[in-house]
């Protein structure tokens, strides 16, 4: 790897910081239980680093390892987009019926 | 070819991720941002199960049955468990990134391919890894009481605790700069361990909300750390909004609390005794449901608080009652939300919209305290600390400065309590004291039942 992946892998994270920043700043106060059962399906998106290590099998432990953290990882998403939508299913206008 | 496919996924999963946030920003398209969340899940792993170097999809497979199979049943926990349920996943996204650092250590370390900057960034990676995974782990424990909900605390605590911590960064530093030293990893990754249960063990009930957004905050900066080892700009990405997310909702937190991180981290609540106000004798004037409910009636506008004994006493349904007979003669209800009342960020909101009550009717504390001097009847449903008086101008009570809901100011308080045993921390509460104030003694799920019983001229709906 350049030097120079590193200086733009941190320009992403930056900018991203700030964008997380200020989209969140913007979420209904209504919906915090929501925004975090789904922030925490998202960044389960570390199931992308798990998959290579379980896939590659390039060792016996990193196998173990990989599979592992695919399960936690799945877990997360599975769970978290699931109760993120039950729960949002949930907030009903004035008037509506379920 | 196939380097450039996975990437163009990345890149369009990467945009869907910050829609998706995007668009909670109101409940009408907010299920509009979980299918873009889905969406863009769904893409990043296709993308990424093309890449060349997967040799075999089998133990892929066999852990994602393992993942649904478990992940399944864990969404469809009852409401009051949401915190739980939340911190439990913190608790898994903590563990991915750092077993997923671990593996990348000992392949680089056989490889000889440990670059400094690869050692940060598995160094970062484990340390928040592996203490989110604890931590988090222990935040579950006390939600669902399986571990003590009191602080613990000992002499010496803090300075035990940030001497791990040191320890443990000490241990990374050297590693970095002598990646071979590989004895030093177990050390660091146990040091992260023991840190992450230490954290929590002082924290109390009423500072979950703040913790678990913390710990929100950590994993996110853990699957940032893991984008850094494993080079992945979508890891950075989805990371940063995680870490962004639980940042915000912390500040958002503490700040209702009138509490500083630092505060939260260390200074367990509680410690401080209430001032002399419980010393003298002081008499509360107590009601039946019926007297409550002939207040209410004769109310035209009436604001609910909710708190987390609402959540434990599982009275959710009956306040939704009280709001339909309210509401069908005419009387406007509002509920004023506190945001630490309950167990996590707007839990209350979640809890109050299951039972159906129109979000429109859910009211953020800045916003409803214009509205509580013109208001008749306030009803304080299992909430105590976020309606104490003291906390505005009793300079010796723990709460003071914590901005609460005005509901002593409203012409009447009817407040439903167990028993005159003061809350959390013993903090005693003015509010029950005052002239218009009406305490209903029992639980919360009985006595509304009643109220609803009464309001509806005696013969009840169900």
Same mark, same amino acid.
């Given at each position: 790897?350049?030097?120079?992946?590193?200086?733009?892998?941190?320009?992403?994270?930056?900018?991203?910081?700030?964008?997380?920043?200020?989209?969140?700043?913007?979420?209904?106060?209504?919906?915090?239980?929501?925004?975090?059962?789904?922030?925490?399906?998202?960044?389960?998106? +570390?199931?992308?680093?798990?998959?290579?290590? +379980?896939?590659?099998?390039?060792?016996?432990?990193?196998?173990?390892?990989?599979?592992?953290?695919? +399960?936690?990882?799945?877990?997360?998403?599975?769970?978290?987009?699931?109760?993120?939508?039950?729960?949002?299913?949930?907030?009903?206008?004035?008037?509506?019926?379920? | 070819?196939?380097?450039?496919?996975?990437?163009?996924?990345?890149?369009?999963?990467?945009?869907?991720?910050?829609?998706?946030?995007?668009?909670?920003?109101?409940?009408?398209?907010?299920?509009?941002? /979980?299918?873009?969340?889905?969406?863009?899940?769904?893409?990043?792993?296709?993308?990424?199960?093309?890449?060349?170097?997967?040799?075999?999809?089998?133990?892929?497979?066999?852990?994602?049955?393992?993942?649904?199979?478990?992940?399944?049943?864990?969404?469809?926990?009852?409401?009051?468990?949401?915190?739980?349920?939340?911190?439990?996943?913190?608790?898994?996204?903590?563990?991915?990134?750092?077993? /997923? &650092?671990?593996?990348?250590?000992?392949?680089?370390?056989?490889?000889?391919?440990?670059?400094?900057?690869? @050692?940060?960034?598995?160094?970062?990676?484990?340390? =928040?890894?592996?203490?989110?995974?604890?931590?988090?782990?222990? *935040? $579950?424990?006390?939600?669902? %009481? /399986?571990?003590?909900?009191?602080?613990?605390? #000992?002499?010496?605590?803090?300075? @035990?605790?940030?001497?791990?911590?040191?320890?443990?960064?000490?241990?990374?530093?050297?590693?970095? *700069?002598?990646? %071979?030293?590989?004895?030093?990893?177990?050390?660091?990754?146990?040091?992260?361990?023991?840190?992450?249960?230490? =954290?929590?063990?002082?924290?109390?009930?009423?500072?979950?909300?703040?913790?678990?957004? =913390?710990?929100? !905050?950590?994993?996110?900066?853990?699957?940032?750390?893991?984008?850094?080892?494993?080079?992945?700009?979508?890891?950075?990405?989805?990371?940063?909004?995680?870490?962004?997310?639980?940042?915000?909702? !912390?500040?958002?937190?503490?700040?209702? @609390?009138?509490?500083?991180?630092?505060?939260?981290?260390?200074?367990?609540?509680?410690?401080?005794?209430?001032?002399?106000?419980?010393?003298?004798?002081?008499?509360?004037?107590?009601?039946?449901?019926?007297?409550?409910?002939?207040?209410?009636?004769?109310?035209?506008?009436?604001?609910?608080?909710?708190? #987390?004994?609402?959540?434990?006493?599982? $009275?959710?349904?009956?306040?939704?009652?009280?709001?339909?007979?309210?509401?069908?003669?005419?009387?406007?209800?509002?509920?004023?939300?506190?945001?630490?009342?309950?167990?996590?960020?707007?839990?209350?909101?979640?809890?109050?919209?299951?039972? %159906?009550?129109?979000?429109?009717?859910?009211?953020?504390?800045?916003?409803?305290?214009?509205?509580?001097?013109?208001?008749?009847?306030?009803?304080?449903?299992?909430?105590?600390?976020?309606?104490?008086?003291?906390?505005?101008?009793?300079?010796?009570?723990?709460?003071?400065? @914590?901005?609460?809901?005005?509901?002593?100011?409203?012409?009447?308080?009817?407040?439903?309590?167990?028993?005159?045993?003061?809350?959390?921390?013993?903090?005693?509460?003015?509010? #029950?004291?005052?002239?218009?104030?009406?305490?209903?003694?029992?639980?919360?799920?009985?006595?509304? &039942?009643?109220?609803?019983?009464?309001?509806?001229?005696?013969?009840?709906?169900?």
């Amino acid at each position: 790897m350049s030097s120079l992946d590193l200086w733009s892998m941190l320009f992403v994270f930056l900018l991203a910081a700030f964008v997380g920043l200020q989209v969140i700043q913007n979420v209904s106060r209504l919906l915090h239980t929501p925004l975090m059962s789904l922030t925490n399906a998202i960044s389960a998106i +570390a199931v992308v680093g798990s998959i290579i290590i +379980a896939g590659e099998q390039k060792s016996t432990v990193s196998l173990v390892l990989g599979t592992i953290a695919v +399960a936690a990882s799945v877990t997360n998403i599975v769970s978290g987009f699931l109760i993120t939508d039950r729960m949002l299913k949930m907030f009903r206008e004035k008037g509506s019926k379920r | 070819m196939i380097e450039h496919l996975t990437q163009a996924a990345y890149l369009v999963a990467a945009a869907l991720f910050i829609l998706s946030l995007h668009w909670l920003n109101r409940p009408a398209t907010a299920r509009q941002g /979980v299918a873009a969340g889905v969406a863009a899940m769904a893409l990043a792993i296709l993308g990424t199960l093309l890449h060349p170097e997967i040799v075999s999809y089998k133990w892929i497979a066999i852990a994602v049955v393992i993942g649904t199979v478990i992940g399944v049943p864990l969404s469809w926990v009852p409401l009051t468990a949401v915190p739980q349920r939340t911190a439990l996943s913190h608790a898994f996204g903590g563990l991915a990134a750092g077993l /997923v &650092g671990t593996a990348k250590y000992l392949l680089w370390l056989d490889e000889g391919a440990l670059t400094t900057f690869r @050692m940060t960034a598995i160094t970062v990676e484990v340390l =928040l890894g592996y203490l989110t995974f604890t931590g988090s782990l222990m *935040a $579950a424990g006390k939600l669902q %009481e /399986v571990i003590p909900t009191r602080p613990i605390t #000992y002499r010496g605590q803090n300075v @035990m605790n940030l001497a791990l911590l040191g320890l443990a960064i000490l241990a990374g530093v050297y590693l970095i *700069a002598r990646p %071979e030293a590989w004895q030093l990893f177990p050390l660091i990754v146990a040091l992260s361990l023991l840190f992450g249960v230490l =954290l929590i063990i002082p924290i109390g009930g009423a500072d979950m909300p703040t913790v678990i957004s =913390l710990l929100n !905050s950590y994993a996110g900066l853990a699957a940032v750390a893991m984008g850094f080892v494993l080079e992945n700009k979508m890891l950075i990405v989805a990371g940063a909004l995680d870490g962004a997310s639980g940042l915000i909702l !912390s500040i958002i937190m503490c700040r209702a @609390m009138n509490r500083s991180f630092t505060n939260v981290l260390f200074g367990a609540f509680g410690q401080v005794q209430a001032s002399g106000a419980a010393a003298t004798q002081k008499t509360v004037k107590s009601g039946t449901p019926q007297d409550a409910a002939e207040l209410l009636l004769n109310a035209s506008s009436v604001v609910v608080v909710p708190g #987390y004994g609402m959540a434990v006493a599982q $009275a959710q349904h009956r306040v939704r009652e009280i709001y339909d007979q309210l509401t069908k003669k005419g009387v406007d209800v509002k509920f004023a939300i506190h945001p630490v009342a309950g167990r996590m960020p707007g839990h209350m909101n979640v809890l109050l919209a299951e039972s %159906e009550v129109p979000y429109e009717a859910l009211v953020e504390m800045d916003d409803i305290n214009h509205d509580l001097p013109q208001t008749d009847v306030v009803l304080v449903v299992g909430a105590n600390d976020v309606v104490n008086p003291a906390a505005r101008h009793d300079k010796g009570s723990p709460i003071f400065g @914590m901005p609460i809901i005005d509901a002593d100011k409203a012409k009447f308080v009817i407040a439903n309590k167990r028993s005159m045993n003061p809350g959390f921390a013993g903090i005693d509460n003015e509010l #029950y004291y005052a002239d218009n104030t009406l305490m209903v003694f029992g639980d919360a799920k009985a006595v509304l &039942g009643d109220i609803v019983k009464a309001l509806s001229g005696g013969s009840g709906i169900h």
